[in-house]
Nanobody, 121 residues
Framework: QVQLVESGGGLVQPGGSLRLSCAASGSIFSIYAMGWYRQAPGKQRELVATITPGHNTNYADSVKGRFTISRDNAKNTVYLRMNSLKPEDTAVYYC???????????????WGQGTQVTVSF
């Protein structure tokens, strides 16, 4: 079993900042890509950012220059620093990790439970 636990969501005013964290635990041999996705009410879940073990990153166009993804491989943790937040960033943010639970077993995707981010006055 692999668990992803997110933290750091909340209510913030437009222009403000938040930092999300996601720690993976359980039966983990290796973690490949980690990432953040979000889902706003009435919309499909969308990619926000991903990061490889070698710290190569990929961002959605809508967050480039405002959000920064990072990871601590020793702690099996991924972070998302969100600056200059806009009301349209309001969504439930989900952590994702591609995890190999033991040698020889193909990696599988795991998801966190989600954390609410609300950007409003």
């Amino acid at each position: 079993q692999v668990q992803l636990v997110e933290s750091g969501g909340g209510l913030v005013q437009p222009g403000g900042s938040l930092r999300l964290s996601c720690a993976a635990s359980g039966s983990i041999f290796s973690i490949y890509a980690m990432g953040w996705y979000r889902q706003a009410p009435g919309k499909q879940r969308e990619l926000v950012a991903t990061i490889t073990p070698g710290h190569n990153t990929n961002y959605a166009d809508s967050v480039k220059g405002r959000f920064t993804i990072s990871r601590d491989n020793a702690k099996n943790t991924v972070y998302l620093r969100m600056n200059s937040l806009k009301p349209e960033d309001t969504a439930v943010y989900y952590c994702n990790a591609e995890v190999e639970v033991r040698v020889g077993v193909s990696p599988s995707d795991y998801w966190g439970q989600g954390t609410q981010v609300t950007v409003s006055f």
